[in-house]
Nanobody, 123 residues
């Protein structure tokens, strides 16, 4: 079992940056592939980024590649999402996820979810 708590969302202008954090409880954090998903109103939840257990491998959705960076600190049981060059279409609730399945993009295979944090990008 793992519990996830996101923070760092907010309102930002287009072109700006935000850093999301996700703090995980439990001693097994380093055994989970971690990731971020997002869901905009009226749309299906979509994959954003994933990071391997050691942090050595990362994957990104094409829509965020080159703008977002996922990282993790296993000593702090925390995963991050650095979001740069934000666009209005990035507006969504962002969810931290643990124990991603294969393929990472299939959110129905994910084991654990945070409660979500709102990110709003104004034009």
């Amino acid at each position: 079992q793992v519990q996830l708590v996101e923070s760092g969302g907010g309102l930002v202008q287009a072109g700006g940056s935000l850093r999301l954090s996700c703090a995980a409880s439990g001693r097994s954090f380093s055994t989970y592939t971690m990731g971020w998903f997002r869901q905009a109103p009226g749309k299906e939840r979509e994959f954003v980024a994933a990071i391997s257990r050691s942090g050595s491998n990362t994957n990104y959705a094409d829509s965020v590649k080159g703008r977002f960076t996922i990282s993790r600190d296993n000593a702090k049981n925390t995963v991050y999402l650095q979001m740069n060059s934000l666009k209005p279409e990035d507006t969504a609730v962002y969810y931290c996820a643990a124990d991603l399945g294969i393929p990472y993009s299939d959110y129905t295979l994910t084991g654990y979810w945070g409660q979500g944090t709102q990110v709003t990008v104004s034009s």
